[in-house]
């Protein structure tokens, strides 16, 4: 297959990738899927939001998306990192970490983002199952729990209202930093939210569940979960070395069906949607695109 020219190469196996692949696969393309296997929702034991799929496991998500992939030949998925894309006339040229070459009519990116977690002791081991980024992917789960939210962003505001749909007894702790005004103290008093300004310790808990917010001025604090705010990078650099701008707020610059402005690339899942970072919203991306790189194929073949 390194040989020949393929209709399209998809590189990120997450829920854009591997629809991308299914609809390109039952439109009898050409298609090569690349993936580290190093999925972004990897450290929660159930993904949610997905309807036939609520409360599944990322691991299990994939595996049945593969088994729906293989029904169409046409279409093979390869367990390798990408080293370097480049676009050499009309033509994608993919290099993997193994030295082979690809080429491609056209390039589904969906690569998807990467969580930059604050540095405080504790949280790793307490990321993906009790302590979350997402209220609409976890919050059920929360429900009328003891909860802490830690924010260290400037976007706290409206993080917290979400966060009190699911939950009243709420507190918040924003690690040393002054995030509130008088009158937004005053708001979070009459709603029963305590706030912890100074800055954390550590975070105690028990096989991934948290117990206790330890602060550096030695108050604690117990509480059951949480949410924090994590700093959102895009996980490669490819989209960018292939021209694609980069917004001010972190996100790729895309149009309808995650075109771009380099011809016959397309960017597909949370690189372009970094906002509403749910399976079902990403997976519809990754179909979109697919839909807009067969209409070109099929308009240049034709």
């Keep these: 297959m390194e040989k020949a020219v393929l ?7 997450g829920p854009a990738g591997l ?29 949610h939001g997905f309807i036939t799929r609520d409360g599944i496991s990322p691991k299990e998500f994939r595996s049945i998306a593969k088994t729906d992939i293989s029904k169409y030949p046409s279409v093979q998925l390869r367990e390798v990192r990408i080293k370097k894309v480049m676009k050499e006339n009309h033509l994608f040229v993919v290099e993997t970490e193994e030295g082979q070459h690809y080429h491609s009519r056209k390039l589904i990116l969906a690569t998807g983002l990467k969580d930059r977690l604050p540095t405080i002791d504790g949280i790793q081991a307490l990321y993906g199952t009790s302590l979350f980024s997402c209220p609409f992917c976890d919050g059920w789960e929360l429900r009328d729990k003891k909860l802490v939210v830690i924010s260290e962003s400037d976007h706290i505001h409206h993080y917290i209202k979400l966060i009190y749909n699911w939950s009243q007894d709420v507190v918040v702790c924003t690690n040393g930093k002054q995030l509130f005004d008088k009158e937004e103290k005053e708001t979070l008093a009459k709603k029963g939210i305590q706030l912890y300004e100074q800055e954390i310790g550590k975070l105690v808990g028990d096989n991934g569940y948290l117990e206790k917010v330890i602060f550096k001025n030695g108050v604690e604090i117990n509480r059951e979960g949480g949410f924090v705010t994590t700093d959102l990078v895009q996980a490669t650099n490819i989209a960018e070395k292939l021209g694609v701008p980069l917004m001010s707020d972190g996100q790729l610059e895309v149009a309808d069906f995650g075109r771009t402005n380099v011809e016959g ?13 749910q399976l079902i919203i990403a997976a519809s991306t990754g179909s979109k695109s697919a839909l807009a790189v067969v209409a070109e194929l099929v308009n240049e073949d034709f």
């Design 19 to 47: 629809n991308a692949a299914l609809v390109l696969g039952r439109a009898r393309k050409k298609v090569l899927l690349f993936d580290d296997n190093q999925p972004r929702n990897a450290v929660v034991q159930e993904s």
């Design 7 to 13: 209709d399209c190469v998809i590189i990120g196996g």
């Design 265 to 277: 690339l397309f960017i597909a899942g949370d690189s372009a949607n970094m906002f509403s970072a």
